[in-house]
């Protein structure tokens, strides 16, 4: 197992947000955890990155205790983290957000700027333009490369389809695919069902906090109850 969640609870000052969350992704898989406004997945990932500290529970990387570990020492173990609000470097040129991703690596993949311009023309056409003059699709692509740069063994991309162009969520999907060839592990958090069921392998429903169901994509498309109940499809 690459990834172990066990029981974790997380607060922001006095509010508790996660209750007892517990997930697991294995080596090579792309696993979604599906919510609506609020129900925690970007506290999730920030629990597993170490951006906010879980107050009890484990998070178990690649044999690693991480649990409370400051965010630049998971990174290194080989996590990658693509947040919500895209970070890129508004200022730098597109090639400059690459290179600040950029570290060499022993893991499985051996990622480049020339093989990231490969699966995104349209990255290297846009190599020498500032990053914050990107539409927010070509920026979508940008922060997930730049974390790439990293050659992360799992990257936790965080509502990735968020706000984007149906061509652009077509182009983003095709990309999780190959990640998953090439043998990156995927912990995704999303709110379009579609999108997700398309491209994951199992599923999380996470609710006011709580997981409420896990189960692979076949068993949650049989599940009619769970789906109206908690994904209104
Ligand atoms: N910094 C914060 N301080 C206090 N409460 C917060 C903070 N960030 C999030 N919350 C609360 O924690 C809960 C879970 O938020 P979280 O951002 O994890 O949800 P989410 O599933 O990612 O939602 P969204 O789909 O809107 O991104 C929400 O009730 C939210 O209001
Ligand atoms: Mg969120």
């Known amino acids: 197992m690459l990834l172990d969640v066990q029981g974790i609870n997380t607060y922001y000052g006095l509010s508790h947000i996660l209750f007892d969350v517990s997930l697991q992704v294995d080596r090579g898989e792309v696993v ?3 919510g609506r406004n609020g129900a925690g997945k970007t506290t999730t990932m920030r629990s597993v990155m170490g951006l906010t500290s879980p107050k009890s529970g484990t998070v178990v990387f690649n044999g690693h205790d991480v649990t409370g570990m400051v965010p630049y020492k998971v990174a290194r173990l080989g996590i990658g983290f693509v947040p919500e609000d895209r970070r890129i470097f508004p200022d730098l040129t ?3 957000n690459l290179e600040v991703g950029l570290r060499k690596s022993k893991r ?21 333009r500032r990053g914050g ?6 920026q979508q692509m940008l922060t997930i490369s730049r974390t790439l740069m990293g050659n992360p063994d799992l990257i936790l991309l965080d509502e990735p389809s968020e706000g984007l162009a149906p061509i652009i969520v077509k182009v983003l999907g095709d990309f999780i695919d190959l990640l998953k060839r090439e043998g990156t592990t995927v912990l995704l958090s999303e709110q379009n069902v579609r999108f997700s069921l398309k491209h ?3 599923a999380y429903i ?3 906090g709580h997981i409420k169901y896990h189960g692979t994509i076949e068993e949650l498309e049989k599940n009619e109850d769970v789906k109206k109940r908690y994904l209104a499809v």
């Open 32 to 34: 979604v955890l599906l």
């Open 94 to 96: 597109v090639r400059a």
């Open 108 to 128: 499985i993949t051996n990622w480049t700027i020339e093989r990231v311009y490969e699966i995104f023309p349209r990255l290297e056409e846009l190599a020498n």
């Open 133 to 138: 003059n990107l539409s927010g699709g070509e």
């Open 200 to 202: 994951s392998d199992r």
């Open 206 to 208: 996470v609710d006011n």
